[in-house]
């Protein structure tokens, strides 16, 4: 097994956090909307890093994350800038996905002390809890914002997705966590247990894009690779949040869960290091910011001694394909944009591929995660 350049790591991560600090949207805008627009994954919010979304969102959490592994303030003032900014001008409505940027600043303010973002953090965790619409059984509805109109939403009404975990739920565990509130992390745990509930499946390992109470199905049944990575990432850090305080019994189901999808992943990873779009469709493209999540869920489940050495190469692995996908100025190449939900493989097939900040930051966790090995 091939090791690991820590020193050629370091180099294409600073290159990828440098291009994340200065995103902007892609040149061809008016030709990809034109081209399909949302068929095709384009959507004007999505691109670059100073809009308040999700991919922005994951974005900052990247930068944190490097920070604290540094244990260093290196990008502190960027983050409190882009708060500032973002708030002078005026948030977006409140929803599962505009909620992601909120849990870097409730780590944030964790040193900062900052009043007017501590309002922010508890009010929206708050509406979280009393407003945002809910599905049969209490999941939370996977409310989006409606595209081209920054306070409009898009219902989504009775379906889960299996992004809300890290989109939302990191959130509200972790000003539980904070603030000593049982009731945000009960609901928290409730939430996990859901989407493990209706979008997990018990044969393959794997997680489906979403779940309709509706129809009472999972759409059109597809693994997709990015869903699927939302989980194997996210759920690490999520434990993590509670530092063994979780109840022992719930957090073997997670943890249970967590390694059969890996396991399944591992399986169908491609000789090139990375995993399809469409995970069990090798006709499909190889997305770059799935693989990067996955190899950060499974690099740090190496690290954390949840996974065995037996994994180390198909991060090894993953980690050498995504270093290929970095260009010279540090954008990561072959990123899918965003996704709504398909009934059928081509609908994920189709979305186009621009740089996006998601698909910086999620290269820069799995860049971190193997300067940790």
Sequence with gaps: ??????????????????????????QNEEELAKKGGEAIGYFKRDFGIKEWDWPQGVGLYGLLKVMKAKKNSEYEAFLYEWFKDNIEMGLPSKNINTTTPLLTLALLNETKKDKEFEALCLTWADWL????????????????????????????????????????????????????????????????????????????????????????????GIFWCRGNSWFTVGILEYLEFFQGSLNAGVKQIILDTYKMQVSTLKKLQSKSGLWHTVLDDPTSYEEVSGSAAIA??????????????????????????????????????????????????????????????????????????????
């Design 296 to 373: 950060a869920g499974i690099l740090k489940g190496i690290r954390l001694g949840i996974l065995d050495d037996s994994y180390l190469e198909c991060a090894h692995k993953a980690i050498a394909a995504i270093l290929q996908n970095i260009a010279e100025d540090g954008t990561v190449l072959n990123v899918s944009g965003g996704t709504g939900m398909g009934y059928n493989k081509e609908h994920y097939k189709n979305i186009l591929i621009a740089p996006m900040a998601y698909g910086q930051s999620l290269t820069i966790l799995a860049l971190s995660e193997a300067l940790e090995q």
């Design 129 to 220: 809890m009393e407003c945002l619409p809910r599905t049969k059984e209490g999941g939370f509805q996977h409310v989006t914002s409606a595209n081209g109109d920054r306070q409009g939403v898009r219902l989504n009404e009775n379906e889960m997705w299996i992004d809300t975990i890290f989109m939302t739920v990191l959130f509200l565990n972790k000003m539980g966590q904070l603030y000593n509130r049982q009731d945000w992390i009960d609901e928290s745990i409730h939430q996990v247990l859901m989407h493990i509930k209706y979008l997990h499946d018990n044969k393959t390992g794997l997680f489906y894009h979403g779940w309709t109470f509706n129809g009472r199905n999972n759409f059109g």
């Design 1 to 26: 097994m091939k090791k690991i350049n820590h020193s050629v790591i370091q180099e294409k991560l600073d290159r990828v956090i440098d291009k994340l600090l200065n995103l902007e949207g892609p």
